[in-house]
C-alpha cells in the first residue's frame, strides 16, 4: 500500500503562483504514472496534469495548459505541480493520485485564489 502526502497550498492572489508536492511512502511512485486532479465546490473531481512513467512525457487539462507544470523528483520520492499566472478559477482542493490498480489518492490540499 501506498501513502500520498500533498502541501503547499494556500491563499494566493490572482496572477501569483505556488507550488503543490505530493510525497510518497510505502511504495517507489517514480516507476508509475502519477497525476493531479481537483474538486471545485459544488463540482465533480476534474483532471489537471499527469507525468508517465517510463520516459517523463506529461499531458494537461487545456484549462491550465501553458500555466501549470507536473515534475517528480525520484530522489524524494515526490511529484510537484508548479502552478502560475493562477487565476480564482484555479480554486479547488487539490489532490495527487498515483495510477495503479486499484489507485491511490492523497488527502488533498487547498488552494484558493483571490481576485
Known amino acids: 500500500q501506498v501513502q500520498l502526502v500533498e502541501s503547499g497550498g494556500g491563499l494566493v492572489q490572482a496572477g501569483g503562483s505556488l507550488r503543490l508536492s505530493c510525497a510518497g511512502s510505502?511504495?517507489?511512485?517514480?516507476?508509475?504514472?502519477m497525476a493531479w486532479f481537483r474538486q471545485a465546490p459544488g463540482k465533480e473531481r476534474e483532471f489537471v496534469a499527469r507525468i508517465y512513467w517510463p520516459g517523463g512525457s506529461t499531458r494537461y487539462a487545456d484549462s491550465v495548459k501553458g500555466r501549470f507544470t507536473i515534475s517528480r523528483d525520484n530522489a524524494k520520492n515526490t511529484v510537484y505541480l508548479q502552478m502560475n499566472s493562477l487565476k480564482p478559477e484555479d480554486t479547488a482542493v487539490y489532490y495527487c493520485?498515483?495510477?495503479?490498480?486499484?489507485?491511490?489518492w492523497g488527502q488533498g490540499t487547498q488552494v484558493t485564489v483571490s481576485s
Open positions: 510505502g511504495r517507489t511512485i517514480s516507476a508509475y504514472n
Open positions: 493520485k498515483i495510477e495503479t490498480t486499484p489507485a491511490y
